[in-house]
Every structure is written in structure tokens, then in C-alpha cells.
């Protein structure tokens, strides 16, 4: 069973500056893809950034030059340092992992809990 575990969600002021971790445990072959997703009340699930297992990132507009997305392969985990953070980055922060379980079977995509990050004075 594979599973992802997210850290480091809390209350911050406009300005301040969080890191969460997204750690994959379970038995797999490999990780592919890693991203982090938030998802806002009353709002869909919308992408923040994703890492591929070669370093790739890729930003959503509205976080570009704010937030960074990093992994350590050898700990199965994936990061989103968020600095400069606004009242609108209010939400639940899902990480997610690309894992392929065998080398011969196909990928899955599996989804962590969620934390909450709420930016408020």
C-alpha cells in the first residue's frame, strides 16, 4: 500500500512564509511525477506546482516567484516552500506522486490528506 503523508500546514500572516513536506511510504518501484495542489472553500482543486523525477518544475501563475517546489529522491519526499504568502493562498495543500508499484505495471496516481495553510493577521 502506498501512502502520502503532508506536514507543515498551519496559521501564518500575510507575508510570512511556510515549507510543507509530502513524504511517500509503502512498498513501489519508483516515483515519477510529485506535485502539490490546494483546494480553496467553495472553489475546485487547482494545481500549484509539480517536479518531475528529473527536476522539471512547473508553476502555477499565481504563485511563480513566491513559491518552490523541491524533492529528495532518497526520502521519498517532496516540498513547497511558500514565502510572501496572501490572504488568497488560504486552503487545503494536497501532494500528490506519480508511482509505478513494479517495474511491469503501469503508473498510479495516489493523493495524500491534505493540510490546511491559512494566511491571516
Known amino acids: 500500500q502506498v501512502q502520502l503523508v503532508e506536514s507543515g500546514g498551519g496559521l501564518v500572516q500575510p507575508g510570512g512564509s511556510l515549507r510543507l513536506s509530502c513524504v511517500t511510504s509503502?512498498?513501489?518501484?519508483?516515483?515519477?511525477?510529485m506535485g502539490w495542489y490546494r483546494q480553496a472553500p467553495g472553489k475546485q482543486r487547482e494545481l500549484v506546482a509539480t517536479?518531475?523525477?528529473?527536476?522539471?518544475?512547473n508553476y502555477a501563475d499565481s504563485v511563480k516567484g513566491r513559491f518552490t517546489i523541491s524533492r529528495d529522491n532518497a526520502k521519498n519526499t517532496s516540498y513547497l516552500q511558500m514565502n510572501s504568502l496572501k490572504p488568497e493562498d488560504t486552503a487545503v495543500y494536497y501532494c500528490?506522486?506519480?508511482?509505478?508499484?513494479?517495474?511491469?505495471?503501469?503508473?498510479?496516481?495516489?493523493w495524500g490528506q491534505g493540510t490546511q495553510v491559512t494566511v491571516s493577521s
Open positions: 509503502g512498498t513501489f518501484f519508483s516515483i515519477n511525477t
Open positions: 500528490n506522486a506519480v508511482v509505478k508499484k513494479n517495474f511491469d505495471t503501469r503508473d498510479k496516481l495516489y
Open positions: 517536479i518531475t523525477s528529473g527536476g522539471n518544475t
